[in-house]
Nanobody, 126 residues
């Protein structure tokens, strides 16, 4: 059984910061791409960031580049999303997801991911 559990969401004022965590259990994710996605009310789920678990490469949506940073702690099987300079349009439910590096072809496509967390709400007030 693979489980992903997010934490760290909350309410923050515009310009503030939050750090989301995603703890993985059930197997070692050294060869997995860990993705972050978000879904705002009335909108489709969108890609935020992806971190190649063992390679260290990270990829970001243009809307968050320079403000968000994805990182991982392999020893803890945990991936993080540091979010700085938050804007009201960042308000959404944030999800982490995982897919094996050998099977994924598009890190930005949510349908490629096999495992999902339950989501954590991030609300940015203006």
């Amino acid at each position: 059984q693979v489980q992903l559990v997010e934490s760290g969401g909350g309410l923050v004022q515009a310009g503030g910061s939050l750090r989301l965590s995603c703890a993985a259990s059930g197997r070692t994710f050294s060869n997995y791409v860990m993705g972050w996605f978000r879904q705002a009310p009335g909108k489709e789920r969108e890609f935020v960031a992806a971190a190649i678990w063992s390679g260290g490469n990270t990829y970001y949506a243009d809307s968050v580049k320079g403000r968000f940073t994805a990182s991982r702690d392999n020893a803890k099987n945990t991936v993080y999303l540091q979010m700085n300079s938050l804007k009201p349009e960042d308000t959404a439910v944030y999800y982490c997801a995982a897919v094996h590096f050998g099977t994924v072809t598009n890190y930005r496509a949510d349908h490629e991911y096999d495992y999902w967390g339950q989501g954590t709400q991030v609300t940015v007030s203006s």
